[in-house]
């Protein structure tokens, strides 16, 4: 797919007001040409943009600061496994990727913390977390650790390692009937809040500098918040999400 530059300022016209001082770098991400109605009958082009950071050739380093990782963005599957090209709207945007720097860490109360991940690591990261840079010709992901959801040793999200207070959980099947014996369509199944927890976070830190356990366990059937943490598929076809200890509301027994 062709990627175009834009700048702010080249960005003007008669109807539009200038830019001109802005040195912002946009990214466009997809082109589409069906027009747009407007009230003098005149015809626009659609431009669906993206705002990015492009990191001058120049800079063959970067360094992040503090509790910042740098990670390089996993790249999206363009094609089926059958071969065919997927669209842009069809490719799933991926949320994880390798740790390629790491800060120098961050200070808990007197104590100081250094990066618990280390670089060469698989993570996968919350959705909408950080700040995207085009560095070195790859796309990168500079994020806080904390936005870091865990570390994944595998390519099976079952095995994946949650960081701090996050949790891992497999969620329970949907309903397949209704309390009267009627078969439920897969429109009408209500999504499940219940799962049994499969790995949990060694814990937030206190101002000690020392990890408080968290109060649920592997094995634990949990009832969580409804629209809290990140959902995955696993390669047996489970769902499963990760979040945080704080949107599980109740243990089940």
């Keep these: 797919m062709a990627t175009t530059q834009l700048t702010a300022s080249s960005i003007s016209g008669n109807r539009f007001a200038s830019f001109e001082g802005l040195r912002s770098t946009c990214i466009v991400k997809a082109v589409s040409f069906a027009p747009l109605k407007h009230n003098n009958s005149r015809s626009f082009s659609r431009l669906v943009v993206k705002a990015a950071t ?116 497999k969620v329970a099947e949907a309903e397949e009937k209704t309390a009267g014996g009627l078969l439920l369509t897969e429109a009408a199944k209500e999504k499940p809040s219940i799962g049994t927890i499969i790995a949990v976070g060694p814990g937030p830190l206190d101002e000690e500098g020392n990890r408080k356990p968290l109060s649920v366990s592997p094995g634990n059937t949990v009832l969580y918040s409804k629209y809290a943490g990140s959902e995955f598929k696993g390669a047996d076809g489970s769902d499963y999400i990760t979040l945080r200890v704080s949107d599980v509301m109740a243990v089940l027994s």
Aim: proline letters at 4%; a negative charge; aromatic letters at 4%.
């Design 54 to 169: 492009t990191v001058a050739p120049k800079y063959t380093t970067l360094k992040p600061l503090g509790d910042r990782v740098l990670v390089k963005i996993k790249t999206t599957e363009e094609k089926t496994v059958g071969g065919i090209l997927l669209p842009v709207t069809a490719q799933s945007k991926p949320n994880g990727g390798e740790v390629v720097a790491v800060g120098e860490g961050h200070s808990a109360g007197k104590i100081k913390v250094d990066i618990s991940v280390k670089t060469g690591a698989q993570v996968i990261y919350s959705k909408y977390a950080g700040t995207e840079v085009e560095f070195d010709g790859s796309k990168h992901l500079i994020l806080k650790e904390d936005d870091i959801v865990g570390i994944l040793e595998t390519d099976d999200v079952k095995d994946l390692q949650p960081l701090n207070d996050r949790v891992l959980i």
